[in-house]
T-cell receptor, first 117, second 110 residues
Framework: DTEVTQTPKHLVMGMTNKKSLKCEQH?????MYWYKQKAKKPPELMFV???????INESVPSRFSPECPNSSLLNLHLHALQPEDSALYLC????????????????FGAGSRLTVL | QKEVEQNSGPLSVPEGAIASLNCTYS??????FFWYRQYSGKSPELIMS????GDKEDGRFTAQLNKASQYVSLLIRDSQPSDSATYLC??????????FGAGTILRVKS
């Protein structure tokens, strides 16, 4: 199994809603990532979890709240979002965070396209 | 200076030609370099990874790395219309953060 599975594929929410994006991998990877990608822009790193602990938070607003319940699952909880938060949210995983060749290769999920009204 | 720079294109090549995509990076401590392909509306897909100076070939793709010049390139031989996509150069920098370039749009014309 070499997939990273993201749900839902599409999400439309109002600014007062609370919703969650989910990500799952069964490759035994110990690093998981959330990226945000706006149209015609490259992916921007949001959060990195390493061995289920938050390793990197790229100064993301608190209306985005990550959670890593176990080594296979990564959630992104959304609350009080703004229309400018509409984007493709990409989950990725890698073997770990080391620089050993191959260990830090990211495998991306298909993404969750979020629209905030 | 941006951490990872690419020409946004579009780069147009005829079918069967060689497409050459270039990328420069600013952080000399970077050790890992990647090329991802992204079709419109889809997620990035790894094409090549390279960790040491020189060339690395995989099928029609060749990645080239020159750490002294802080330069990474991707050659696509016998380009096909299905190669038309955005190619993202990514560099692992300080703090193990993967930084993406803005991407180069490649169009292969049949």
């Amino acid at each position: 199994d070499t997939e990273v599975t993201q749900t839902p594929k599409h999400l439309v929410m109002g600014m007062t809603n609370k919703k969650s994006l989910k990500c799952e991998q069964h490759m035994g990877h110990r690093a998981m990532y959330w990226y945000k990608q706006k149209a015609k822009k490259p992916p921007e790193l949001m959060f990195v979890y390493s061995y289920e602990k938050l390793s990197i938070n790229e100064s993301v607003p608190s209306r985005f709240s990550p959670e890593c319940p176990n080594s296979s699952l990564l959630n992104l909880h959304l609350h009080a979002l703004q229309p400018e938060d509409s984007a493709l949210y990409l989950c990725a995983s890698s073997q770990d965070l080391s620089e050993v060749a191959g260990a830090n290769v990211l495998t991306f999920g298909a993404g969750s396209r979020l629209t905030v009204l | 200076q941006k951490e990872v720079e690419q020409n946004s294109g579009p780069l147009s090549v005829p079918e069967g030609a060689i497409a050459s995509l270039n990328c420069t990076y600013s952080d000399r401590v970077s050790q890992s370099f990647f090329w991802y392909r992204q079709y419109s509306g889809k997620s990035p897909e790894l094409i090549m990874s390279i960790y040491s100076n020189g060339d690395k070939e995989d099928g029609r793709f060749t990645a080239q790395l020159n750490k002294a010049s802080q330069y990474v390139s991707l050659l696509i031989r016998d380009s096909q219309p299905s190669d038309s996509a955005t190619y993202l150069c990514a560099v692992n920098g300080r703090g193990n953060k993967l930084v993406f370039g803005a991407g180069t749009i490649l169009r292969v014309k049949s």
